[in-house]
């Protein structure tokens, strides 16, 4: 205010005693206008001194045209501007870089006028205009005519060899960007002289420069590897990023070298030569991929990763000792790989353990979140190692970074004992309502894994999970919320009465309509196995009223399921259903309309009798359908396959020739079996636990793939093989060539009831030859299969690809066991001309080619099928066809057993048993396997493997079909 003379209001307040009402309210208007004008003024004023910097950005190089920016590219060519105005130079430059990133590319003539030019800049002495060059020239080289690059090369040369380090270094990289081997081999001595210069800047330069050479082409990559007593010579350099680019350099040449590697990791951690960190980083990464490999390819015994091995032992010292190092980067990468090795004992990891546990008080958030992340790791496989951080973890509940106190928080629940589950949940309903809903969905997810730890408090963990379904959050966070309560109830079942009616009311305020739906989907599977689920009926009949459409559908079939599971409801939920008759959508009224008429039917044949009041407990009947009840059996039972299987198999069974003419009506029976795609594999792989749809029957929506080509079509499409019948199943490809090999050759496997058509795919690589009637001649010395015939490929030429038949008659009468069949290729080489194709004119001649072995065995002849309930299955299957047997298996561990089993039963894993749990401590594992056997019989297999000792792993199997010569079959794939 010292510098303004503000003038006096010009209608100062005045105090009266009596006021005269006229003079006041003309005073009055007075004031108003007055006020407005001082508005206006403030308003001006503001105006006046608007930053100019809230305007929109307008980048200078927005309205470029490439023809004004050649035009003043020409001032490359004035020799006095480029010595007295070097900034216009570096101005034009970066306006053709701009046009070169945004896509407007210099022609063949446009790019060597330019490069002429840049030429003449190596005039200027100014620093920055000389960067720029190497700029414009590293980023237009990989663009334009190798020809017009060649152009700049020699200035380049002059200045890899000059006095100045900053001109030597970026010379370097540049010109490393756009040589080839053979002008490599011109500049080697440079370049190697440059990797172990005094300076630093070039050495570097040098060094980083030969790691992109080496990954450019296989003809530079044998010229670096010569280059490697320099790079050695490297590693000793005083200067931290030369060693750092060194190590890079010497691993990449010896990569392949195991024993390169190895000597590499043994001298570099026993002489403590290297002084940079991130070197030493380097190096115990080198270390731990180097155990890895021991571990992997079988060359590391014992128990423990410290003692496997001479390599291991002398690794994991290595480790241990940088633990220790004054680096927080290199301590913390040591740690991280010693938690991350194979075969690691609880005692290992102790010392990794103590060092991230000091991590967790660093000021740091990045050193605190990278300690966080990996505790949260070794938690998963040993939470009581974690466990003496517990306090430390705690602490960081209240961590600025979310994402370090999630990480906290989800290690506390694997780490936490039963005593502490009452206070974690306190410490995380506070921290809940601060954090976004992916870091609230990961606190889900291990809450729901503490309740598996921890069955007894289930009432706890599931009313807290209750509690925050009736708080605000978006779908991704109550859908995890729901998933984890259904998972639960699956592994814990006594959370299921409670669980229930905590969905019930969740229900009633859900403002999404598919977790709605889902939810009461799950009540009209499970609601009528409780005790009483009549305490249901009210919660679901709610969404009758008051829902939106697709809710009230998905109600009326949950009433019906309770109406048909539960005889003694009948009666009110018929009540009840008779009401959506009249509903406004059309699929409502359907589905109530089908459950009304099947329930009548049902109460008509199998009325329900109410028991006597005074009748004792143990005389009532249990509260269940009559097996002959039509409405039990409509309504409660699903289809054997899903729709999208269902889709499939009614496709493939279009596509089989001659489908129109089978005798009788097509049913679910007569359909062709499909196997199930790699997605439902790898979900049934996971197991429910790990799937996050915990209720089946409403599958989310899939993005819309594109139609998969049927692997018979290629049989089907030959009539000769077309006549033998359907296809049961189609093998994948098995090799038998390496794929280097002359002439490549692949064979699928196609099996039928009686026959086996395998399908020989042969591509030829000579570029002089065309191969003509090839054909693969099989030696089926076999009791079980007898050669029926062969068709041939009449021509291949070279990189065509091309298929042959072979057909197997099997023994239908005989049981089938696994058959080896040597195999040959037979065809004539005819020699043509490379580039014409045409013959020679010399003829063919006849010729062999010998392929590996293939065998035939009785998992071939199985498709892998999953059942929904696979103990409902069993049960159901009986046991008459039952097959028992016991195995010694000659494997040390249990994941591998398993993996094997499956394998050699050629069967789908069910809820979830093809993988080991990870803290399962050497208790048996169940396996569970389902398939469909040739000829339509299905096969289930119950298996428990278990490790007996040091001697190996135990199996024992039970097998069950319809056919107990196929369970016979089944059971002997094992031996």
């Known amino acids: 205010s010292r510098g303004l003379n503000p003038a006096p209001f010009p209608n100062p307040t005045r105090i009266r005693t009596n006021p005269d009402p006229a003079t006041m309210a003309e005073e009055e208007q007075e004031g108003q206008l007055s006020m407005g004008g001082l508005l206006r003024e403030v308003q001006d004023l503001a105006e006046k001194f608007k930053d100019e910097d809230m305007e929109a950005y307008v980048s200078p190089y927005a309205n470029l045209e490439k023809a004004a920016v050649l035009q003043e590219a020409r001032v490359f060519n004035d020799s006095v501007a480029v010595r007295e105005n070097p900034r216009k130079c570096c101005t034009v430059i970066a306006q053709l870089l701009h046009l070169q990133n945004t896509g407007q590319f210099l022609s063949s003539t446009e790019a060597t006028d330019v490069f002429f030019g840049v030429t003449k800049l190596f005039m200027s002495d100014d620093a920055s205009l000389r960067r720029m060059v190497y700029l414009f020239i590293k980023e237009v080289a990989e663009t334009c005519n190798p020809d017009d690059v060649i152009i700049v090369t020699s200035s380049l040369t002059k200045d890899m060899t000059c006095d100045v380090d900053l001109y030597r270094a970026n010379a370097l990289r540049v010109l490393t960007r756009i040589v080839d081997a053979a002008m490599l081999g011109a500049i080697e001595r440079y370049v190697k002289q440059a990797l172990v210069d005094s300076s630093g800047m070039v050495s570097s330069a040098a060094l980083v420069s030969a790691c992109h050479l080496f990954h450019a082409a296989p003809e530079n990559a044998a010229i670096v590897r010569r280059w490697i007593s320099e790079t050695t010579e490297a590693t000793s350099s005083p200067n931290e990023m030369v060693q750092f680019h060194a190590m890079q350099l010497l691993y990449q040449i010896k990569a392949h070298d195991r024993l390169g590697i190895s000597k590499i990791v043994q001298q570099f951690s026993q002489r403590n030569s290297l002084r940079s960190p991130l070197a030493i980083v380097l190096l115990v990464r080198y270390t731990a991929k180097l155990m890895h490999d021991e571990v992997s390819e079988g060359r590391a015994g014992g128990s423990s990763i410290r003692s496997a091995s001479p390599v291991c032992s002398a690794g994991f010292d290595f480790l241990e000792s940088s633990l220790r190092h004054k680096s927080e980067i290199v301590a913390y990468e040591a740690a991280r790989a010693v938690c991350g090795l194979p075969k690691t004992e609880p005692q290992d990891l102790s010392?990794?353990?103590?060092?991230?546990?000091?991590?967790?008080?660093?000021?740091?958030?990045?050193?605190?979140?990278?300690?966080?992340?990996?505790?949260?790791?070794?938690?998963?496989?040993?939470?009581?190692?974690?466990?003496?951080?517990?306090?430390?973890?705690?602490?960081?509940?209240?961590?600025?970074?979310?994402?370090?106190?999630?990480?906290?928080?989800?290690?506390?629940?694997?780490?936490?004992?039963?005593?502490?589950?009452?206070?974690?949940?306190?410490?995380?309903?506070?921290?809940?309502?601060?954090?976004?809903?992916?870091?609230?969905?990961?606190?889900?997810?291990?809450?729901?894994?503490?309740?598996?730890?921890?069955?007894?408090?289930?009432?706890?963990?599931?009313?807290?999970?209750?509690?925050?379904?009736?708080?605000?959050?978006?779908?991704?966070?109550?859908?995890?919320?729901?998933?984890?309560?259904?998972?639960?109830?699956?592994?814990?079942?006594?959370?299921?009465?409670?669980?229930?009616?905590?969905?019930?009311?969740?229900?009633?305020?859900?403002?999404?309509t598919m977790l709605s739906t889902r939810i009461l989907n799950l009540l009209g599977e499970l609601g009528p196995t409780t005790v009483a689920p009549a305490r249901y009926i009210r919660f679901i009949y709610n969404r009758v009223i008051l829902e939106n459409a697709a809710v009230r559908a998905a109600a009326v079939s949950a009433l019906a399921k309770f109406a048909a599971r539960c005889p003694s409801l009948r009666s009110s939920v018929m009540t009840l259903m008779r009401r959506s008759l009249l509903d406004e959508d059309d699929e409502t009224r359907d589905r109530a309309a089908i459950a009304v008429k099947m329930l009548e039917e049902s109460m008509e044949q199998f009325p329900y009798v109410a028991p006597a009041e005074d009748a004792d407990p143990e005389d009532i009947p249990a509260d269940e359908p009559n097996p002959e009840d039509p409405s039990a059996f409509l309504l409660l039972e699903g289809l054997p396959m899903s729709f999208d299987k269902l889709e499939r198999s009614l496709k493939s069974l279009t596509r089989a020739p001659g489908w129109e003419n089978i005798p009788g009506d097509i049913t679910l029976s007569t359909l062709p079996i499909v196997e199930d795609t790699a997605e439902e594999l790898e979900a049934e792989a996971k197991g429910p636990e790990e799937t996050h749809i915990g209720i089946s029957d409403v599958p989310l929506p899939t993005p819309v793939e594109e139609e998969k080509v049927d692997p018979a079509a290629a049989v089907y499409a030959i009539p000769e093989l077309a006549s033998l019948g359907r296809v049961f199943r189609t093998s994948r490809p098995v090799e038998l060539t390496e794929p280097e090999a002359?002439?490549?050759?692949?064979?699928?496997?196609?099996?039928?009831?009686?026959?086996?058509?395998?399908?020989?795919?042969?591509?030829?690589?000579?570029?002089?030859?065309?191969?003509?009637?090839?054909?693969?001649?099989?030696?089926?010395?076999?009791?079980?299969?007898?050669?029926?015939?062969?068709?041939?490929?009449?021509?291949?030429?070279?990189?065509?690809?091309?298929?042959?038949?072979?057909?197997?008659?099997?023994?239908?009468?005989?049981?089938?066991?696994?058959?080896?069949?040597?195999?040959?290729?037979?065809?004539?080489?005819?020699?043509?001309?490379?580039?014409?194709?045409?013959?020679?004119?010399?003829?063919?001649?006849?010729?062999?080619?010998?392929?590996?072995?293939?065998?035939?065995?009785?998992?071939?002849?199985?498709?892998?099928?999953?059942?929904?309930?696979?103990?409902?299955?069993?049960?159901?299957?009986?046991?008459?066809?039952?097959?028992?047997?016991?195995?010694?298996?000659?494997?040390?561990?249990?994941?591998?057993?398993?993996?094997?089993?499956?394998?050699?039963?050629?069967?789908?894993?069910?809820?979830?048993?093809?993988?080991?749990?990870?803290?399962?401590?050497?208790?048996?594992?169940?396996?569970?396997?389902?398939?469909?056997?040739?000829?339509?019989?299905?096969?289930?297999?119950?298996?428990?493997?278990?490790?007996?000792?040091e001697g190996g792993v135990v199996l024992k199997i039970a097998v069950r079909s319809e056919d107990e010569g196929v369970s016979r079959m089944v059971a002997d794939c094992i031996s």
């Not at 015939?789 to 066991?817: H, M, P, W």
């Open 351 to 512: 010392p990794a353990v103590t060092a991230l546990q000091m991590f967790l008080s660093s000021p740091k958030p990045s050193v605190r979140f990278a300690s966080m992340r990996t505790l949260a790791s070794v938690a998963q496989r040993h939470p009581r190692v974690v466990a003496k951080c517990n306090e430390d973890l705690e602490a960081l509940i209240a961590d600025g970074n979310r994402s370090v106190a999630t990480l906290a928080i989800t290690t506390l629940l694997k780490t936490g004992s039963e005593n502490s589950v009452d206070r974690l949940l306190k410490q995380i309903s506070s921290f809940l309502a601060d954090i976004a809903d992916e870091y609230k969905i990961t606190v889900v997810r291990s809450l729901q894994q503490l309740c598996i730890s921890y069955p007894s408090k289930h009432r706890v963990i599931i009313g807290f999970l209750s509690n925050f379904l009736r708080e605000e959050g978006g779908f991704d966070f109550k859908r995890s919320i729901v998933d984890g309560i259904v998972s639960l109830m699956r592994q814990v079942p006594e959370t299921t009465e409670s669980s229930l009616l905590h969905l019930c009311e969740f229900i009633e305020d859900c403002e999404f």
């Open 742 to 949: 002359e002439y490549v050759v692949r064979c699928i496997k196609h099996i039928m009831e009686d026959h086996v058509v395998l399908q020989f795919v042969v591509q030829n690589t000579i570029e002089d030859q065309r191969l003509d009637n090839v054909t693969v001649q099989i030696d089926a010395d076999s009791e079980i299969f007898e050669s029926a015939g062969e068709i041939a490929a009449e021509s291949i030429k070279y990189g065509a690809t091309e298929n042959c038949f072979s057909v197997l008659q099997r023994d239908a009468g005989a049981a089938l066991a696994p058959s080896t069949f040597t195999c040959q290729l037979h065809f004539e080489v005819v020699n043509v001309d490379p580039s014409t194709g045409e013959e020679d004119g010399g003829g063919g001649f006849e010729e062999e080619y010998p392929l590996e072995d293939l065998e035939i065995s009785t998992s071939d002849f199985m498709a892998k099928v999953s059942v929904p309930d696979f103990r409902r299955a069993w049960e159901s299957m009986g046991n008459a066809n039952e097959v028992l047997e016991k195995f010694a298996l000659q494997f040390k561990k249990q994941e591998e057993a398993v993996a094997a089993v499956v394998d050699f039963l050629g069967m789908q894993p069910c809820d979830g048993t093809a993988t080991v749990k990870p803290n399962a401590g050497g208790k048996p594992h169940m396996l569970h396997l389902s398939g469909v056997f040739v000829g339509g019989r299905s096969v289930l297999a119950r298996a428990q493997v278990a490790v007996q000792g």
